[in-house]
DNA sequence: CGATGGGTCATACTTTAGTATGATTTTACG
DNA sequence: CGTAAAATCATACTAAAGTATGACCCATCG
């Protein structure tokens, strides 16, 4: 407890200890030297230069830094492969299940059916009910109508 | 020239002005009271008091703020709705024509060929004949691969 | 002026897409 | 263990999509 105070209040001890040895050079130099009224001058030349600088230091220890914040605007290109995150919220609302995801997904990089049947390795007919129920669920008629809205919503990147 | 001088240097002239006026002030107190022995460390203190004050001041205004960077790097999407500039390019290369793209446009907002024929007030056989151009100039077979090739080449949003 | 390219349209045909219906098999869950 | 959703497949059909070929109009350009 007493680090973590000592730490935080570094420059205000700073300060206090500065000002002590200030205060003890001020009493060295006042029985040193008798302090006549021609020396009054220079005695508070002197203090005023030192409280000066300390004032100075003080300033700078004290100050927090002044944060500026530069915000790059860096644009990227919107890298499909990469950077995608599905709408789940919206494929899960729609019902859609996962198979007929993968469907849709290969609709959009344009199979025909025939391809995707070949390609998830199912029969030709099962892909058409499959893009049936699909249809159905995006509330659309044609292939080309369920891939504009799918990646509308977000279904597929 | 002199207004210039003034504008530069108005800290360091601050500062004169502002010694100039203690030391007045000094002298002031110096003939109001006489100053004995035990008011010595009174008047220290206030000397000291004020040129730190000052210092600080000087401080703050003759050095440049110290500034911390922080850097945030924002990622920002292109809007492609928005700022989409078609290949130009590419659309002249492969030597599509400005009645093509317009079918091809509406091809992938999920237009069938009938709905295409009637926006653009020509015959279903007229549309098919464009796309069927089109799907040559594009290399592609089908209009899903059509729409997902010219999205690639950015020749439609 | 004639060739060229873009746009239009038609007929005839093939292929692909999509619907309707019914059935079987997995798979997940209470 | 039984049920519901998901996935599979088939048949039969309709509706689009796509191809091939030929024709016509019109502006532009050498």
Redesign the pocket.
């Known amino acids: 407890m007493i680090r973590r105070f000592l730490s935080k209040n570094k420059a205000v001890l700073g300060y206090g200890l500065s000002l002590a040895v200030l205060l003890f050079i001020l009493k060295w130099l006042e029985l040193r030297f008798v302090i006549y009224d021609h020396a009054m001058e220079l005695y508070v030349g002197a203090i005023a230069l030192m409280f000066t600088l300390l004032g100075i230091w003080l300033a700078r220890k004290l100050t927090r830094p002044q944060k500026e914040t530069i915000i790059i605007e860096k644009t990227v290109y919107p890298d499909t492969s990469l950077g995608f995150v599905p709408n789940e919220t919206e494929i899960a609302g729609l019902?859609i299940?996962?198979?007929?995801l993968e469907v849709l997904e290969l609709?959009a990089r344009g199979?025909?059916?025939?391809e995707i049947?070949n390609r998830?390795?199912?029969?030709?007919?099962?892909i058409?009910?499959?893009?049936?129920r699909l249809?159905?669920k995006l509330d659309v008629?044609?292939?080309?109508q369920?891939v504009e809205k799918a990646k509308r919503l977000r279904l597929i990147p």
Do not use: P
């Open positions: 019902g299940s996962k198979r007929e609709m199979f025909s059916n025939e049947a998830l390795f199912v029969s030709l007919n099962t058409k009910t499959h893009s049936s249809f159905e008629s044609r292939r080309t369920a």
